[in-house]
């Protein structure tokens, strides 16, 4: 006669769901709660309303815009700072050690650390909070990385509403930290009041890859890990730049792009950096940009939310997702062109919603 032994961990499983359902319930956090928690400054509080607008579900993001029309009046008193950079030009490392100084001035710091979307969780790829653990641990500070979910330009999409709960939460300094250089991330720029551009020392090749764009919106350029044997390189870069810069663009009265070497890792520059923010800030309050500038933000929000709900409007609509899967193999087969098929779309799209 064969006996069956059941493995000593399923014994220990079952076990485990026996109890589960005697366990105390999680209390639900009414948004008044939430709003409450985030305006006292509580960290677990702040994550739990991000992780809110976040969420994709229709009663969460229902949620989310109560708490967001809430917090909005205690929002804007902060200096919001878009930070790029080329891969492995020490972005972490720059926003561990610059934190931390303005956290030694008393200044309350956030990170919205943009990650790139794991293709199979749909996750962060690169969970900041482990390349900046001084930093993600300290009372003043809160460092969130979040997922870019698809969204072009290297922001997540509600990135917008995550820099006003932050600001709500009382946070002085908010820091967008973006996947990294491409032709869509000056999308970052449209969102924050100082752009800053991390760039490696030996300036001839990367100036070949920097987009026009790019520089564009940059309101510094800094060059970071000008230590040791790339302090020659280092300086030659920031003459490149500089050279660059006001061969590009034409001199202004109000703000011509610095450039700056730092080292982060050795806590070199990092200052000078601060101090040419804070310059640049004033500069920007005295002659009204700063308030046009927000203006400006807050209709670019507009035109973002609104594209996105309406694409998420019109893939939600299931007349138009049957005819997608038709088209898409008449596109693939060539029966149909692209630009064809997508009137064909718009059409389904418009007959359907008629009032």
Known sequence: MRQTLSPPQNKIQLTYIEMKPNLPKRRVISVDDLAHGVRSGNRASLGRAVTLIESTNHSHQQQAQQLIQQLLPYTGNSIRIGLSGVPGVGKSTFIEAFGQNLLNEKKKVAVLAIDPTSQRTGGSILGDKTRMQSLSIHADAFVRPSPTSGTLGGVNRVTRESILLCEAAGFDVIIVETVGVGQSETSVSTMVDFFLLLML???????????????????????????????????????????????LFPPSDKWQPPVLNCSAILNQGLTEVWLSILKHQQIAHDSGLFKENRQQQSLDWLDSTLRHRLLSNFHSNKEVADKLDQLRTQVITGKVTPVVASEILINQYQQTNRF
């Open 201 to 247: 020392p030996g300036a001839g090749d990367d100036l070949q890859g920097i987009k026009r764009g790019l520089m564009e919106v940059a309101d510094m350029i800094v060059i970071n890990k000008s230590d040791g044997d790339n302090l020659h390189k280092a300086q030659t870069a920031k003459n490149d730049y500089t050279h660059a810069i006001r061969t």
